[in-house]
């Protein structure tokens, strides 16, 4: 089965209207201390509509083979709006949960975003701040 233009637009805009969350994108930035040891920083943009799934699949974590046949644990499943620039070095931090303000929740990717149909979905792993 192959969706109209029309179809893949409204695809997207539904998926959008879905996203009850908000979150901002880290983009990484490496240098060297003064002992040349290695730093990283990121640096967040603005805040983006996302979905946000803390239980994907069975149980509380999310289970998948990436294509190497490595199996791996996620703690998030989050759906990005298409159009949204992320790589796989960046880190995403959540904002709001279903409109209420939450702080410390960031997150590493596992994989690749991966782009579908209607959205960018990305697996990831939560980290300390």
Not at 101 to 125: H, M, W
Request: with cysteine; charged share 15%; aromatic share 8%.
């Amino acid at each position: 089965m192959t969706f109209s233009a029309a179809e893949i637009a409204a695809l997207a805009t539904t998926q959008q209207v879905w996203m009850q969350d908000s979150c901002k994108i880290g983009v990484l930035t490496q240098g060297v201390d003064s002992a040349g040891g290695p730093t990283s920083a990121y640096t967040y943009g603005a805040e983006v509509s996302c979905g946000v799934n803390t239980h994907p699949g069975r149980g509380a974590q999310g289970r998948f083979y990436d294509s190497d046949g490595t199996y791996w644990n996620a703690d998030a499943e989050i759906r990005l709006p298409l159009g949204t620039t992320i790589a796989f070095s960046s880190r995403v931090r959540l904002t709001k949960r279903m409109g209420t303000a939450v702080t410390n929740v960031d997150y590493d990717l596992l994989r690749v975003p991966e782009t579908g149909v209607s959205c960018i979905v990305l697996y990831c792993r939560a980290v300390s701040t």
